[in-house]
T-cell receptor
Framework: EPEVTQTPSHQVTQMGQEVILRCVPI?????FYWYRQILGQKVEFLVS????????KSEIFDDQFSVERPDGSNFTLKIRSTKLEDSAMYFC???????????????????FGAGSRLTVL | AQSVTQLGSHVSVSEGALVLLRCNYS??????LFWYVQYPNQGLQLLLK??????LVKGINGFEAEFKKSETSFHLTKPSAHMSDAAEYFC??????????FGKGTRLHILP
């Protein structure tokens, strides 16, 4: 079954450092997302991306965050200068176009990766 | 705006007993509703989805959920709990816009 893969699985960084989290979405998917989950809290939407541009972003996604699809397969989340409160699990997700996909996919179903745990010291 | 509320951050049931995880939603448009499960150290896996077809939705691993518009609920059930069902369960809603909004999650504990 196709899956979304994320690297690294865990990254520890010093406050103020730049971090890049990488995601390889499912190959025929065109919509991409980043969510985060601070320990013990709910999964929060960060940003959605379609057709090489951001389609929507939350108030969490400030100027310290950026996303990029540098080639045909990777989808990255960059945090320019990490803060302690950026420590969280970051999930990448993707979905395909409306009307496509099987019973387990389909227009409104996001397929999530296993997540990248970011620890900022 | 859409939102979901999950009642109970922790639920414990005995193995073989009924599982009931509660979710209420708020949406200004007919919603798409989802249940996702997160096993330890893993990502979010779709259990089932409601997209305005049948109100009773069957998912994987024996789970099902019923959409009740009058109660704005989408509770998740399973007739007989198994030890492998221990995980965190998230109810989620998608409205007219592109993003999915998650609830805070309910951690399900299975007692032997």
């Amino acid at each position: 079954e196709p899956e979304v893969t994320q690297t690294p699985s865990h990254q520890v960084t010093q406050m103020g450092q730049e971090v890049i989290l990488r995601c390889v979405p499912i190959s025929n998917h065109l919509y991409f997302y980043w969510y985060r989950q601070i320990l013990g809290q709910k999964v929060e939407f960060l940003v959605s991306f379609y057709n090489n541009e951001i389609s929507e972003k939350s108030e969490i996604f400030d100027d310290q965050f950026s996303v990029e699809r540098p080639d045909g397969s990777n989808f990255t989340l960059k945090i320019r200068s990490t803060k302690l409160e950026d420590s969280a699990m970051y999930f990448c997700a993707s979905r395909d176009l409306p009307g496509t996909g099987g019973a387990s996919t389909g227009a409104n179903v996001l397929t999530f990766g296993a997540g990248s745990r970011l620890t900022v010291l | 705006a859409q939102s979901v509320t999950q009642l109970g951050s922790h639920v414990s049931v005995s193995e073989g007993a009924l599982v009931l995880l509660r979710c209420n939603y708020s949406s200004s448009v007919p919603p798409y509703l989802f249940w996702y499960v997160q096993y330890p150290n893993q990502g979010l896996q779709l259990l089932l989805k409601y997209t305005s077809a049948a109100t009773l939705v069957k998912g994987i691993n024996g789970f099902e959920a019923e959409f009740k518009k009058s109660e704005t609920s989408f509770h998740l059930t399973k007739p007989s709990a198994h030890m492998s069902d221990a995980a965190e369960y998230f109810c989620a809603v998608r409205g007219r816009d592109d993003k999915i909004i998650f609830g805070k999650g309910t951690r399900l504990h299975i007692l032997p």
